[in-house]
């Protein structure tokens, strides 16, 4: 063997100066890249915009309707959806800014135009996707459903990720919908499996008396990994995370937004017929957000405090 004395460069233990500045540099590009990242998956898989904190939540929504008679809900809150085409379940309604109006004894009225000629029918749809959700707390609101062949009124929540993962990934939760007959009230969640199918959740239940007849309250309430719905004071729907079939995923630990619509005709109800009267009305006297921490002992279906 032959001891060779090998000759290395000098190596300095520290990087040179320049060296070091660019790792440092790289470093800091490294780590902003991975927030933006982490942050862009938030925005995508929940909808909630970076930095905003998850709007909602804290916020205490409570809207009476008041206003006078004509005027539109209040545009901070609430966005009228217009038009036809369907809406993805062949709906013959066109939704109009008409339809959807306060009607200056405190209450919001969606009205649903089936003309007698057979011509388009006419109704309404509102949103607060955009403006106000929420992810965890108690949502109630007062309903007079209507009632008559090919009508589908419904008070339901949508995943605010509704925009980029689209549906069923964003979830829907629906709260309350009533085909045709207010007999029975039907309850549905709906989630992804996979990335385009979905599981469903489904729940029927026969009322005392038509729901039609008189207002009632009708209540979400989300918590993590679970959703319950309610009739006034009666639970109707108590749902876990467990409950949900196998690869299904759960969804709802994430901000949702509040939709009522007054649909006619489509593949579930089916079409008016001559029974179906020429004008009827989805007539909503509140709606009220209290957010998990000040639920205490409020009774499921209980009416806010009046007055002020
Ligand atoms: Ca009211």
């Known amino acids: 063997m032959n001891a060779t004395t090998v000759s290395r460069p000098a190596v300095s233990p520290q990087p040179p100066r320049r060296t070091r500045g660019r ?24 909808g909630v915009p970076p930095f905003t904190g998850g709007y909602g939540d804290r916020d205490i929504l409570f809207d009476d309707f008041d206003g006078p008679a004509g005027a539109a809900p209040d545009r901070n809150v609430w966005s009228i959806q217009t038009g036809a085409g369907g809406w993805g379940n062949e709906e013959l309604q066109e939704y109009t800014e008409e339809a959807v109006e306060l009607d200056g004894e405190g209450n919001l009225v969606i ?8 011509s388009t029918p006419t109704s309404g749809r509102l949103t607060t996707h955009d403006k106000w959700s929420f992810t965890y707390g108690r949502l109630s609101a007062r309903i007079q459903l209507p009632e008559g062949q090919g009508l589908l009124p419904a008070f339901w929540l949508l995943g605010d990720s509704i925009d980029t993962v689209g549906w069923p990934a964003a979830g829907e939760i629906d709260v309350v919908e009533t085909p045709n007959d207010t007999s029975r009230s039907v309850h549905h969640l709906h989630g992804p499996t996979g990335r385009t199918d979905r599981w469903s959740i489904n729940e029927g239940v026969n009322m005392p008396a038509p ?10 309430e989300k918590h993590p990994g679970r959703v319950i719905l309610a009739v006034d004071d009666r639970i109707v729907m108590d749902v876990e995370e467990w409950d949900v079939p196998l690869p299904g995923r759960w969804v709802f630990d994430a901000p949702t937004h509040v939709l ?4 006619v005709g489509g593949v579930w109800p089916g079409s008016p017929d001559a029974t179906t009267p020429t004008e009827t009305r989805m007539v909503i006297d509140w709606i009220m957000y209290l957010p998990e921490d000040q639920i205490g002992d409020v009774p499921i279906g209980a009416s806010p405090p009046k007055g002020g």
């Open 23 to 46: 790792w440092l540099l790289l470093a800091a590009v490294a780590v902003v890249a991975a927030i933006a990242v982490v942050l862009g998956v938030q925005w995508w898989t929940t």
């Open 111 to 118: 009205t649903a135009t089936v003309p007698a000629d057979g």
């Open 211 to 220: 729901l039609a007849d008189d207002f009632h309250v009708y209540t979400v």
């Open 260 to 263: 009522f619509s007054l649909a």
